[in-house]
């Protein structure tokens, strides 16, 4: 059950009844101080529509009375309500949520939904500027997944266009042999091939030939190109499988998937007059919007706009889904918008159907500054979790040496590091900036991944002392509300719900964070406030144990959801 959303649904109906069809954002608050839940909403709402408050409040009491879970409701003047929950029926709702899968947390509607993320560049090492696109990304996939949605997952990697006319370019004249080449070395001949292309106009020129040859499939120049993405390809599933990320090849749609189609799109664009001829250069030009697309250059090279078009159009058409995520950072925040508008324009996705973008701030140096590529200060992923498993392996060593081997102490080094790594940018705002610290997020206090995983550890522990564990407490024992603490915690459980689904309509993972983060902090002031194994009242002891086991399973499917390594010792 899912109260805000019984209120919030009450509140829509007690407006249509005085003929009000106008959304509003309501102003629900979770409040412990004066009430259960607190409603400011109504005194805008009949601001702004010129009507009786009471005409609304007085029909909302009316229906919101009908649901057993509702003990009293008060009104304090202008117009802010007072809900108080029954404990009766609170202790009832968390008994029966508690022993479904997922606690029932689903849509009501199932969508089918594609999920665009990671999309690194080909002949580069994956660096901290890939971290935000690839976690999030896979995070929005498990929780769309938990909901009930059937998800495609796509790696939209740059694999096409003008950065490999240089690359094979300076691979032809130099005369280097691609089977001996790595990733590092790749990446090296990209950086010096970008520097020669801005001060030699020869080189550039040859350069734009190189991809127009590439674009026009040249047998030699494809041959090359297929080699330098498998060295890519190859080096990025180490990655993702280091981050516990569930991206493989066969979810890899790069730009050239979409080679064949582009002539097509600008044909038909320009046949719709949404795209112009301007010296030999097709345009999209758009007054109203303010902004100018270019979708095929003089020398019949296409971009990345005409790429994304062609994109969604084969995405709709091929899948027939209810909605598109993109995940990129927030420099293209209007470059999609205006990609989004083209696209329904050019009627290559019906209205209906979502295309949404999850845009994020960048990651930042010590000195409050972004990682730059070309500046050759952007921190490798690779080099991350190398750094973070030698920094806890070491402190795993002191601590375990006498009871496991090197082994077993590298794979639990493993994966509090990957924790540490993922939790840290989920629990940033997604649209804010936020500056990289490798000694905080390792911190085993405060809102970190590790801390995390040590709070279920200490709960699972807990349950193995008392001859239990999460699923058969569950199962078996019944939960009583004895105090204001546990009042709270539970309303808390039912809070879940509407935070998952919260987290999914706004691609907000830190809200989850937030909320596991807290859930952890109850826990520890139920294990300090009294020695759970030593009670003698059983009816008292297997209620709180049950309560425990059901945070427990709440931190279980979040750490799922958020694909951090569950651990049994820390």
Known sequence: MNIKNIIIKEINNSLKKNNIYKKYNYNIKNNDKYSDYQIYSFINISKKENINIYKIINIFIKKIKKYKIFKKINIIKPGIINIYIKKKELE????IKSKIKNLGIKNKK????????SSPNISKEMHIGHLRSTILGDCICKISRLLGNKVIKMNHIGDWGTNFGMIITLIKEKKININKCNIKKLENIYKKSQYIFSKNKNFAKKCRLNTLKLQNNNKYIINIWKKITNITILEN??????????????NIFGESFYKNKLKYIVKDLVKKKIALKDNKTIIIKNKKKNFNIIIKKKDGAYLYSTIDLACIKYRYKKYKINKIIYLTDIRQKEYMKNIFIIAKKAKYIPKKIKLIHYYFGNILNKYKKPFKTKEGNNIKLKKIIKKTIKYIKKIMYKKYKNEYNKQKIYRISKKISIAAIKYMDLSKKRTKN?????????????????YIQYSYIRIISLLKKNNTNITKCIKNNKFYIYNKLEFKISKEILNFEEII???YKNGTTHEICKYLYNLCIYFSKIYELKNITNIKNIKYKKSKLKLISIMGKIIRISLNILGIPILKIM
């Open 92 to 95: 009832k709702i968390i008994n």
């Open 110 to 117: 199932k969508n089918k939904v594609i999920i665009d993320y």
């Open 237 to 250: 599933q180490k990655i993702y499988k280091k981050l516990n990320i569930k991206l493989h090849k066969k």
């Open 434 to 450: 936020y500056i990289f610290n490798i000694r905080k997020i390792l911190s085993l206090k405060n809102n970190t991944g590790p």
């Open 501 to 503: 689904k919260k987290s």
